[in-house]
């Protein structure tokens, strides 16, 4: 099966704005109870920040729930990634850099559609930090996404262009890592296009439903769901792991 999504297919099935083709339904959670986490897994937790957290420049509903259940599930992997957004004022995701647009309307850029954001997670601000109950001590890198102004990054694997990569699936390969489990914020944007490229570069992909929360634009986060389905990942519950 071709793994590989254009950045258009995926706009179409994870964008905002009266722009997604109806798919229906929610993608089948997997029955994996009793899965056991090997030396190869690792653990990718996404952008678990102030700014995504209610009361943050842009809240996902309820993202602070996922805070305990990521430290939990932390301490049964032995490899551990976290992704920060990291923007430059000004940012081209910014609907305040296009004058007259507003959040959550869309407008066409180089490399395609992007949906407008609140200003947030704008670099060296307290609405950037990662949530201060965050409790992974043990995990080896933190990797920062989306500070080329131009370029909007939801993926921890590759930028909106297609084209910029961030060496994440370079250094899970040179580390002999063969499947990420993949948490956080928000489920039907930066988790689910960390999720697509990580099944595209190769590896075996699980999203751990309970360690996400969603934003959920015109039924994304069901259409993302869908999205993943098709590409073989597997959609579980923490306690699915042993």
Known sequence: MNNKMSRRDTLRLLGGAGMLAALGGVG???????????????LIVVDVQNCFIPGGTLPVGKGDEVVPVI??????????????????????SFASAHPGKKPFETTKLPYGEQVLWPDHCVQGTKDAELHKDLAIPHAQLILRKGFHEETDSYSAFQEADRKANTGLAGYLKERKLKTVYVTGLATDFCVAWTALDARSAGFEVYVIEDACRGIDLNGSVAKAWDAMKAKGIKRIQSSDLA
Do not use: P
Not at 28 to 42: C, E, N, T, V
Not at 74 to 84: L, P
């Open 28 to 42: 089948l959670r997997a029955s994996a109870a009793g899965i056991k986490i090997d030396g190869a897994s690792a």
């Open 71 to 92: 430290n939990a599930l932390s301490k049964k992997f032995k490899n551990v990634v976290i992704t920060q957004d990291w923007h430059t004022k000004g940012h081209v």
